[in-house]
């Protein structure tokens, strides 16, 4: 059973940094795809950054390009990303994605991954 379990959101403040962090268990295979996507209150999910089947290539939105970093650990059992120069539009609830047999053309779009954490919550203040 696949299991991701999100951590490390909280309320800052804009200028801030947060590292968020996504543990897995259950998933097997060197083709998994791990993703952070995010969900502010009246809008529809988006995706924020991907590490395409392991750490091959990593994948960004426009909107965090620059200022977040998604990484692995070596035991490829954690998923991190490094928030930095947080903004008050960051804020949602962050949610790590996983999937073992995900094309590249949808990387971007959340209901093609088939495992999900419960999500985190991060809030910048202005």
């Known amino acids: 059973q696949v299991q991701l379990v999100e951590s490390g959101g909280g309320l800052v403040q804009a200028g801030d940094s947060l590292r968020l962090s996504c543990a897995a268990s259950?998933?097997?295979?060197?083709?998994?795809?791990m993703a952070w996507f995010r969900q502010a209150p009246g809008k529809e999910r988006e995706f924020v950054a991907a590490?395409?089947?392991?750490?091959?290539?990593?994948y960004y939105a426009d909107s965090v390009k620059g200022r977040f970093t998604i990484s692995r650990d070596n035991a490829k059992t954690t998923v991190y990303l490094q928030m930095n120069s947080l903004k008050p539009e960051d804020t949602a609830v962050y949610y790590c994605?996983?999937?073992?047999?995900?094309?590249?053309?949808?990387?971007?779009?959340?209901?093609?991954?088939?495992?999900w954490g419960q999500g985190t919550q991060v809030t910048v203040s202005s």
């Open positions: 994605a996983a999937d073992q047999n995900l094309i590249l053309s949808s990387m971007r779009t959340p209901h093609l991954y088939k495992h």
């Open positions: 259950g998933l097997t295979g060197s083709s998994t795809s």
């Open positions: 590490l395409w089947r392991g750490n091959t290539r990593t």
